[in-house]
């Protein structure tokens, strides 16, 4: 298994420019989500889906879309990408269980200048 | 509001002797609390959870935490470090509520000096 994958590693974008941000499972989780670490911040959830066609936001949803069309993807989605949105982005997942153990990628990380 | 709590940017043990990373937390009703260790440019990788049972929880590589009701703590700890155990450490709380309230520390490196 390749676990959890992400592209691209590193992306670098002008304000007000979009891209989306890659993530893959091969594990058939049900649950994925996104994640950005900032320094001093810890790592806080963008969004999250609990299954094929179904997303909800986490903690610091504001600028970031997602969907989910199949089970292994979860794109993320900056529409319009500002300077605040400089970070490293994590994708994970795991099942369904809320003890259950979250696999991360190796993340992406974001400068928008 | 939950919050977690890890005391200490940076921990610095020599190598061979045990170590501590601290974590504490608030949170209503009963947590499940994960320890995650990061290293240079990757992702996090689970090292050991506490769900309930036990207090002593252990994990990958050798580590084991103890979970302190009476405290809100789960500190995390290793009988003798390795220079190869030197990362940043993240401490996760998870309430009864589910993944969607997860909270993050902020992270604490552990330098482990040769």
Redesign the interface.
Known sequence: NAG?TQTPKFQVLKTGQSMTLQCAQDMNHE?M?WYRQDP??????IH?SVGAGIT?Q?EVPNGYNVSRSTTEDFPLRLLSAAPSQTSVY?C?S?QEG??D???????TRLTVL | AQS?AQPEDQVNVAEGNPLTVKCTYSVSGNP?L?W?VQYP??????LL?Y?TGDNLVKGSYGFEAEFNKSQTSFHLKKPSALVSDSALY?C?V?P?G???K??????TKLQVIP
Do not use: C, E, H
Request: aromatic content about 24%.
């Open positions: 959890v649950y989500s001093g911040m810890g790592l806080r959830l999250y909800d986490g994590f994970a795991r809320n003890t153990t979250q696999y991360f990628g190796p993340g | 977690v499940y994960f995650y440019n990757r992702g996090l990788q689970f959870k769900i993240f996760a998870i009864q589910g993944y969607q997860v909270t993050f520390g902020i992270g």
